[in-house]
């Protein structure tokens, strides 16, 4: 009955090691490739804000890591810079808008150094099904209402929703949602006006999403 007991016992753990080792073989082999799409996703926001000829430099690997309260929260934010031979063009900056009807909204908003804005994009959002959803460009292009925007004044009363006496659409039964995103944006694009050469004389202290 023991050696029954200890062979049985032989065999699980040999199971366990061979199981353990076959999950740690898949997730290094898979670890690379979901890194690699990653990595393909963020530059496909990227070039969708950005226009690829617009700039010659790796994108991806010109990223700053920054923290300001202007940027809606304490967490570091990213800044991917876009340059042509040197020079600066635009920068693209993630950002949350904390006031999301559920919560916050991970954005990316993209300007140019003559203070308009290239691009926005959501990154992610936890916002109604077919009503707050609609910040997303798969769901309605009123995110595209950004692009040639110039950045605002202290003081722009143009820079909110129709219901505030703005500029920017909100959605039917839903207003704080595009209300969050239009502060948020009007928010970081002011921030970037203040600090863009700030950010363009500094050497790059990221390496994309890693």
């Known amino acids: 009955m ?6 049985n016992s032989r065999v699980l753990a040999l199971f ?10 898949v997730h ?4 690379n490739r979901i890194a690699i799409q990653k990595q393909q996703h963020l530059l496909n926001i990227l070039h969708s804000i950005i226009a690829p000829e617009r700039l010659n430099n790796n994108i991806y690997q010109d990223c700053l890591t920054i923290t300001n309260a202007e940027l809606g929260t304490v967490t570091p934010q990213k800044v991917y810079l876009a340059k042509y031979n040197d020079k600066p063009v635009a920068a693209a900056i993630t950002t949350i808008a904390p006031d999301g009807y559920n ?15 290239s691009g926005v994009r ?9 009503l707050g959803d609609n910040i997303d460009e798969r769901k309605s292009p009123w995110i595209l209402s950004f692009n040639d925007k110039k ?6 009363s143009q820079w909110h929703v129709a219901k505030d006496g703005g500029i920017f659409d909100q959605f039917t039964g839903a207003t704080i949602t595009p209300r969050a995103v239009v502060k948020a944006v009007k928010k970081t694009a002011r921030y970037f006006k203040q600090h863009k050469q700030e950010l363009f004389n500094q050497k790059a202290n990221c390496r994309g999403n890693s």
């Open 2 to 7: 023991n050696i029954s007991i200890q062979k």
């Open 16 to 25: 366990a090691i061979v199981c353990t080792a076959i999950v740690g073989i």
């Open 28 to 31: 290094e082999t898979t670890k």
């Open 103 to 117: 919560g916050n909204i991970e954005l990316i908003v993209a300007l140019n150094m003559n203070d308009t804005i």
């Open 122 to 130: 959501v990154l992610e959002h936890q916002e109604t099904p077919g």
């Open 151 to 156: 950045i605002p004044a202290e003081k722009d």
